[in-house]
């Protein structure tokens, strides 16, 4: 839920809850799920005849604490990025870095098949590869 | 359209690159920063201190299949860049950085004679 802001001078502010209206009206039908842009961790998906790739960028996450998971075809990305507590007597000058629990659930195509799934974590993006099952693959038939 | 619309731009500095996002952190001794650069190889980041300027810059590599096509992607741009102007009583020459999990840490020490020092009030 985007809220009106409470300091209309703020023109920062106003302009980022336009582009969110102007993004919310451009989707007549946006999914069940809203509009995923702008959570955590950010996600680029892509596809080859042989799998599905997707990429989450979740730096800094102890790799055995993500969560992944796939049922009835929907993938779940699950977690919790922990941030060291700044000393007492620290000021906190920025802070834009994500903190806290986090899930993203995407919806995989039919043709995928759970069993051929395969994780890495590497410079701070999950790397989630899902093969396609053997029999939605293109085929070549021979002419008799 | 004006002429200088067909200058090619060949600086790096002026290609399109996304902006992390940082956390600054100021306590007695310095000033840390963290910065989110998911993707980027310890070899493709470049820090610089110049005068007073800090520039962070990482270029994103992915391990890519080959014929992967795009259907959703929300970093859409291969870079990241974030400048920032330092202050004079930070030391940039005893720049410290770790990089690790596409997080990096930089710790900029202040300067000797800046460190916070007790000042006695003499009472007459």
Do not use: W
Not at chain 1, 89 to 111: K, M, Q, S, W, Y
Not at chain 2, 9 to 29: F, G, T, W, Y
Request: aromatic share 6%; proline share 7%.
């Amino acid at each position: 839920m985007i809220y009106r802001s409470l300091f209309p001078r703020d023109l920062m502010a106003e302009l980022d809850r336009l582009l969110r209206d102007t993004q919310q009206n451009f989707h007549f039908s946006p999914t069940i799920r809203g509009i995923a842009r702008g959570g955590f961790p950010a996600m680029n998906v892509g596809g080859t005849p042989q799998s599905v790739e997707l990429y989450a960028f979740a730096p800094g996450i102890e790799p055995s604490t993500l969560d992944v998971q796939i049922e009835k075809g929907v993938l779940t990305i699950a977690g919790e990025r922990q941030r060291q507590k700044p000393a007492e007597d620290a000021t906190v000058h920025i802070d834009e870095r994500f903190e806290g629990r986090f899930r993203r659930v995407v919806t995989l195509p039919d043709d995928i098949d759970p069993n051929a799934v395969d994780a890495k974590y590497t410079d701070g993006v999950l790397r989630i590869s899902v093969g396609r099952k053997q029999s939605a693959q293109p085929r070549r038939i021979t002419i008799q | 359209m004006s002429d200088n619309t067909l200058v090619k731009k060949q600086n790096a500095r002026d290609e399109a690159a996304l902006l992390p996002p940082v956390d600054v952190i100021e306590d007695a001794s310095g000033i840390t920063l963290y910065a989110d650069l998911p993707g980027v190889p310890k070899e493709k980041l470049t820090l610089q201190v110049e005068a007073d300027t800090l520039t962070i810059e990482g270029e994103i590599d992915l391990d890519m299949p080959g014929g992967i096509e795009a259907s959703h992607a929300e970093v859409s741009l291969p870079r990241y860049r974030r400048v920032f102007t330092l202050s004079k009583e930070l030391d940039a020459s005893k720049v410290a950085a770790e990089f690790s999990q596409g997080v990096l840490k930089l710790s900029i020490p202040k300067a000797a004679h800046a460190q916070p020092r007790k000042i006695e009030v003499q009472v007459m």
